[in-house]
């Protein structure tokens, strides 16, 4: 087995330079970027001596709420530590990982992301028209926040033999563990429900608001990723790379996409797909995983499928179309656009958004 050395070392002064340029360009909050560009030349090199000196230490992160499509924790970065992690995500983790990932492991890859996963989903409900097709349809309960840092720490130091390319991920890695992060959490929450009574909506929305809010996971010693960081999209879709190999190799599942934590098998075997579910179901509690009520065996000429933000119906021809609940969030957005409540430039990423996501859709 390859183990990898003279990672951390490797990386040079051009390095954080290149990774800021597209940082800069990508990143949404104009004024962290111009704050960082006032200094830029002390803070690029404070950033790089952190890094080269091996003095990092991840700085508090700013932990919001996002309540569209769902109610969600965001934790943002300072913009050193954002290079800092973009460094280590792009010169350490990719070059390693993502040659050992399986061609249809789909999210936040490079030319493989959701446009790429729909095209395999068609291709193989295509191939699969006009027989019976089952799908297995697996959900992984609270994913981001349930993986185990000390597992997920050895299965990077089976690849990577560089010690101080490790003590950087498992900074990252164990910077969930601070108090601070569910003292945030919890006032946030307490904060939402607060506003939530307030408003002037019936019982039944408060409830399900509430228990929305009452959802939202607080972070176990050792366990979860910071929801937001780049390192941790790739150590996500790292973490279940064993099953992904034992589904396509030892369970023989030619047709199978995963997404981050979702994971839909086609077989055309209902039974098989019950026993390949317990062969997940072992592997995935191997990595102190649970799945959850949502994973089950669909018959697809039936009842369709969902996935990847679309409904798939296979019968005579297969149809895509936008799920209903993508729809009313556009017509929401638009109604906004149109009151003006939301400005030129923003509406026209807004538009474009949804426009690329309707292209695969059959009609909506």
């Given amino acids: 087995m390859k183990r990898y050395n003279n990672l951390y070392d490797s990386i040079t002064f051009k390095d954080f330079i290149d990774v800021y340029k597209d940082i800069r360009s990508n990143t949404k909050n104009k004024l962290k970027i111009k704050k960082f560009d006032d200094f830029y030349s002390i803070n690029i090199s404070r950033a790089y001596n952190l890094f080269k000196n091996k003095k990092y230490k991840p700085y508090k992160y700013n932990i919001f709420l996002i309540k569209k499509p769902k109610y969600r924790i965001i934790m943002s970065q300072n913009i ?67 993986i185990d840092h000390e597992i997920l720490f050895n299965l990077l130091k089976n690849k990577i033999k560089d010690k101080d390319a490790l003590n950087i991920l498992k900074t990252i890695i164990d910077s969930t563990n601070y108090d601070y992060v569910n003292q945030n959490i919890k006032k946030i929450k307490n904060k939402e429900f607060i506003r939530v009574n307030n408003l002037n909506i019936t019982l039944k929305e408060k409830d399900k608001t509430f228990n929305e809010i009452n959802n939202i996971p607080y972070y176990k010693k050792g366990k979860g990723l910071p929801i937001g960081n780049m390192t941790s999209q790739i150590l996500a879709i790292f973490y279940l790379n064993e099953l992904d190999h034992y ?58 499928i969902e996935f990847l933000g679309y409904k798939f119906n296979l019968k005579n021809k297969l149809i895509i179309k936008v799920r209903s609940s993508t729809l009313k969030r556009y017509n929401h957005k638009l109604k906004l656009i149109k009151n003006g409540f939301i400005k030129e430039e923003k509406a026209i990423l807004i538009i474009n958004s949804y426009n690329a996501l309707f292209k695969y859709s059959s009609y909506y």
């Fill in 247 to 304: 589904i396509k190799e030892k369970l023989h599942i030619k047709y199978y996409i995963r997404y981050m934590d979702d994971g839909v098998l086609f077989h055309t075997d209902k039974n098989y797909l019950k026993y390949c579910l317990n062969k997940i179901n072992e592997i995935v509690n191997k990595y102190n995983l649970e799945l959850n009520n949502k994973t089950k065996v669909i018959n697809v000429n039936k009842e369709g």
């Fill in 80 to 146: 050193t530590d954002k290079l800092i992690n973009h460094v280590v995500s792009r010169k350490i983790l990719l070059p390693i990982l993502d040659k050992l990932l399986i061609n249809t492991n789909v999210a936040t890859r490079k030319n493989k992301g959701t446009s790429y996963g729909l095209n395999y989903l068609k291709k193989y409900l295509l191939e699969l028209k006009g027989k019976k097709v089952y799908a297995l349809k697996f959900d992984i309960s609270k994913y981001f926040y349930n």
